[in-house]
């Protein structure tokens, strides 16, 4: 029996071993699910040295895997049968009659693993693959050979696989446009959201670049604008929001947060960061302007030392809106008043770890940076030093690689 999910290979390894010399000798008799007991005992005949197919066993009935299992009791006779990993579509499963015959043996196909994704890379790009893209098709991939195989070949990722610094890598695309969708890239946008929000950058940016060149940079395009801001690429962040067509950008609140952050702190223009998170939060109308832009605008014109209106008067309608006017008094406070900013940047720090959807993941680390130099200021530095020892000690995915690119 050989088990495994779907795309796991399981076909593929059985016309290898029909293929091979162990199975010389045999009289290959291949039986289809449909197959009925007496076709079953028509196509095997009487030739004792038989080698009995049947390709997913699983969806045969059980009369013909009780056909089956009497013709591999016949002397000389072999029973080589695939079946689907998992929860069966029928209980009891219809294979368990072959299954538990004296002598099976059950083979099961695990997913590859990442270093087995990273090696099969290697060998076809011909060099050492960066962790992170042997990773990321890994992830988007599950490991499930079929999927990797769509992604690589039917997508023309391979084609896309650039030699870097540190290994072969996925090329950026070179220009912003639309491309046309692929199929089965679901995969492929759940991984990439899988590891923004882990925190996993590296792997978040192959993937956002996988996805760009399967057509699916929409469905990323938080992530991938966010990402390329982390990167020193402020022009190009810009050139992609522009790309996303009108109003895409205005009314999807992470991607204005992005331009406004491209223009305040990679170009160094707080002003016109400020006016276009003005723009956007009248956008809805001048009597109710949306609280959550005001609030991003005042944190960035806080963070950049621009003069602005106190952002206790703004609404706080929603956790998000509320994290970030505790941030932007923490900033404004920061040099001051440091026990101010100590308390805003607390309360700043349990709306991020109350929600999933508050703020971008890069924002904790940030946050958590910004209360140790708070706390540095106030005099207590005893709590200073335990929070930058957790935070220097904490797992890669912690984002503290991230403090370093937005201090720079």
């Known amino acids: 029996m050989i088990v ?57 009935d059980h009369a013909s895997l009780l056909a089956l299992r009497e013709l591999g009791r016949r002397e000389g006779a072999a029973i080589v049968a695939t079946t689907l990993a998992g929860t069966p579509d029928r209980r009891p499963d219809p294979t368990d009659c072959l299954r538990f015959e004296p002598g099976a043996r059950t083979l099961v196909l695990q997913p590859l693993t990442v270093e087995e994704v990273a090696t ?39 084609d896309r696989l650039t030699r870097g610094a540190g290994g072969w ?32 950058f590296d792997r978040a940016f192959e993937l956002c670049k996988a996805a760009a060149w399967c057509g699916e940079e929409q469905l990323v395009a938080v992530p991938m604008a966010h990402l390329l801001l982390l990167r020193g690429r402020p022009l190009e962040c810009l050139r992609f929001l522009d790309s996303l067509g009108t109003g895409a950008v205005e009314t ?60 206790g008067a703004i609404d706080r309608d929603d956790r998000e809106t509320a994290l970030f006017v505790h941030a ?19 309360r700043a720090l349990a709306l991020v770890g109350g929600g999933t959807d508050a703020g971008p993941p890069w924002l904790s680390p940030h946050l958590t940076a910004c209360l140790i130099d ?8 005893s709590e200073a030093t335990l929070l930058a020892a957790n935070f220097h000690a904490a797992e890669p995915a912690s984002g503290w690689e991230v403090v370093s690119v937005l201090a720079a």
């Open 328 to 346: 932007a008094q923490a900033m404004a406070a920061l040099r001051l008043r440091s026990e101010h900013a100590v308390f805003h940047l607390r």
């Open 169 to 200: 890598e996925l090329r950026q695309v070179p220009r912003w446009r639309a491309r046309q969708r692929r199929q089965g890239t679901r995969h492929l946008v759940e991984a990439t959201w899988e590891a923004w929000r882990g925190r996993a």
């Open 4 to 60: 495994g999910e779907r795309g796991s290979g399981r076909t593929s390894l059985v016309e290898r071993l029909i293929e091979s010399p162990e199975v010389a000798r045999y009289q290959i008799v291949r039986i289809r699910p449909g197959d009925t007991p007496a076709d079953i005992a028509a196509r095997a005949g009487g030739g004792p040295e038989a080698l009995i197919v049947v390709d997913d066993a699983h969806l045969c």
């Open 252 to 311: 999807t609140p992470h991607l204005a947060l992005a331009r406004a952050l491209a223009l305040a702190s990679g170009l160094g223009e707080p002003q016109a960061a400020a006016d276009f998170l003005l723009r956007a939060a009248l956008a809805g109308g001048v009597t109710r302007p949306q609280p959550l832009y005001l609030a991003y605008r005042a944190w960035i014109t806080a963070l950049t030392g621009l003069s602005t209106t106190e952002p």
């Open 374 to 381: 708070a706390l540095l200021l106030a005099g207590r530095a």
């Open 120 to 158: 099969l890379l290697s060998e076809i790009a011909g060099g050492h693959v960066r962790q992170a893209t042997a990773a990321a098709l890994h992830s988007a991939s599950r490991g499930n050979a079929a999927l990797l195989h769509d992604l690589l070949v039917g997508c023309g990722l391979v």
